[in-house]
């Protein structure tokens, strides 16, 4: 289809390991964002790409964690050394350009770490 | 405080009924204003932009009161597919964050 796409869907991790979530915006899609979404709550601000650049990455929650986008489509978040409260839903969301636009969703990759 | 706010809920409806909905933020000088609806273990999606004038699509209505800075929306003749959790979005202090309230759960009953 030509929505968002992410994967993998879910991932079950062991604390201390490294893990990588991909998110394959919509084809034109400049602006590309990740979330954090615990339960029952709203979406968390992580960063921000404009093309391959990374323009915010103030939400991210510690240095654990790195994004990259480096040819301005598809997408990479990893958690280096994951801890128990990295578990959450990881959303990938795109837009044509900014926070002024539609932002579409990709379903999320959902993150357990034992 | 938080950014933005919304009652959790949730809110009880009957199938007909209309119900509404707030969400309060605090940054008075947002631009960008937003609904999304998510369901169970799914992604959000945009239910509506809101703009000053207010929009109407169908049975649901947006507004905007920047004077005591909340959005609000409005649902008419509601319908058994319209339980889910409303989220609404603000944009930040940055241009490129959106900040998101927690969500208002909404259960239409037969």
């Known amino acids: 289809g030509a929505g968002v796409s992410q994967s993998p869907r879910y991932k079950v991790a062991k604390r201390g390991q490294d893990v990588a979530l991909r998110c394959d915006p919509i084809?034109?899609?400049?602006?590309l964002f990740w979330y954090q979404q615990a339960l029952g709550q709203g979406p968390e601000f992580l960063t921000y790409?404009?093309?391959?650049?990374?323009?915010?990455k103030s939400g991210l929650p510690s240095d654990r964690f790195f994004a990259e986008r480096p040819e301005g489509s598809v997408s990479t978040l990893k958690i280096q050394r994951t801890q128990q409260e990295d578990s959450a839903v990881y959303l990938c969301?795109?837009?044509?350009?900014?926070?002024?636009?539609?932002?579409?969703f990709g379903p999320g990759t959902r993150l357990t770490v034992l | 405080r938080k950014e933005v706010e919304q009652d959790p809920g949730p809110f009880n409806v009957p199938e007909g009924a209309t119900v509404a909905f707030n969400c309060t933020y605090s940054?008075?000088?947002?631009?960008?204003f937003f609904w999304y609806r998510q369901d169970c273990r799914k992604e959000p999606k945009l239910l509506m932009s809101?703009?000053?004038?207010?929009n109407e699509d169908g049975r649901f209505t947006a507004q905007l009161n920047r004077a005591s800075q909340y959005i609000s929306l409005l649902i008419r003749d509601s319908k058994l597919s319209d339980s889910a959790t409303y989220l609404c979005?603000?944009?930040?202090?940055?241009?490129?964050?959106?900040?998101w309230g927690a969500g208002t759960k909404l259960i239409i009953k037969p």
């Open positions: 969301a795109s837009s044509l350009a900014g926070t002024n636009n539609e932002q579409f």
């Open positions: 084809s034109g899609h400049v602006s």
């Open positions: 790409f404009q093309n391959e650049a990374q323009l915010d």
């Open positions: 940054n008075s000088a947002s631009q960008s």
């Open positions: 809101v703009y000053s004038s207010g």
């Open positions: 979005a603000v944009n930040g202090g940055s241009n490129y964050q959106l900040i």
